[in-house]
């Protein structure tokens, strides 16, 4: 089992920026992959960034040149650096772990962080 817990939401200025944190504990080393998923309210939920093992990484085009995603450090956290925010990047933010490779699900979920961009 693996427990997750975000924190770092806030609610910031457009062009502001922040970083979410993603603490893990319990079997951390069969993590392969983790990702950064959000919603908004009344939209689904949707990834926002994602990294393997191998440090491979992915974005979804709305928030590709300013987030960044790093995998679990030394601390056992993971980060989401936030940047250039706007309005539309309102939402919970949610980070996930997965042990199996390649693919769309993930094992274990936070249980989000609020994020509010005012304009």
């Known amino acids: 089992q693996v427990q997750l817990v975000e924190s770092g939401g806030d609610l910031v200025q457009a062009g502001g920026s922040l970083r979410l944190s993603c603490a893990a504990s319990?079997?951390?080393?069969?993590?392969?992959?983790m990702g950064w998923y959000r919603q908004a309210p009344g939209k689904q939920r949707e990834l926002v960034a994602a990294?393997?093992?191998?440090?491979?990484?992915n974005y979804a085009d709305p928030v590709k040149g300013r987030f960044t995603i790093s995998s679990f450090n030394a601390k056992n956290t993971a980060y989401l650096q936030m940047s250039s925010l706007k309005p539309e990047d309102t939402a919970v933010y949610y980070c996930a772990a997965a042990i199996a490779g390649p693919g769309p699900t993930y094992d274990y979920w936070g249980q989000g962080t609020q994020v509010t961009v005012s304009s």
């Open positions: 319990g079997s951390i080393f069969s993590i392969n992959r």
């Open positions: 990294i393997t093992s191998g440090g491979s990484t």
